[in-house]
């Protein structure tokens, strides 16, 4: 796990005292609201207004995956903001941007397992009840 992304779930730990990203988007002030993207994408983190908003796909609704896809939104919000327009930087940099997003949202939503269970998940499949799967598997 890269540094920056160690260092700011456990700053987020210390301020929400949590690593559900639903709480922590709420105690930073970020909206959520659920949208219709028809599936593609499942986030997506917008600035309306100079305030950080994530947008969630409706399906997810009522779906495990709305975790992990709202703490990879939330690293968007927190960390990219100073971004002007995600769709007019180079694929290289929207590369590393989404690599970190899922670095941090797969790390994330591990310590919120070890929160509910009090013990370390030690495979992705005890994760899929926070939205991982097996395309996440390079982040574990």
């Not at 456990?10 to 709480?23: C, D, E, Q, R």
């Not at 609704?61 to 939104?73: F, G, P, T």
């Not at 990219?80 to 590369?95: A, R």
């Amino acid at each position: 796990m890269r540094k920056n992304v160690e260092m700011a779930i456990h700053s987020l730990y210390g301020i929400a005292k949590t690593y559900n990203p639903f709480v922590i988007a709420e105690i930073l002030n970020i909206d959520i609201h659920y949208a219709s993207f028809n599936r593609k994408p499942l986030g997506h983190c917008s600035k309306i207004l100079k305030e950080a908003v994530i947008l969630l796909d409706e399906s997810l609704l009522d779906s495990n995956q709305k975790y992990i896809v709202c703490a990879h939104e939330l690293f968007h919000a927190i960390n990219h903001q100073d971004i002007s327009s995600y769709y007019s930087i180079s694929k290289n940099t929207k590369s590393k941007m989404e690599h970190e997003a899922n670095e941090f949202a797969v790390e994330l939503v591990k310590m919120m397992f070890i929160e509910e269970h009090g013990y370390m998940a030690t495979n992705y499949k005890q994760l899929m009840e926070f939205g991982v799967n097996e395309e996440m598997l390079e982040y574990l």
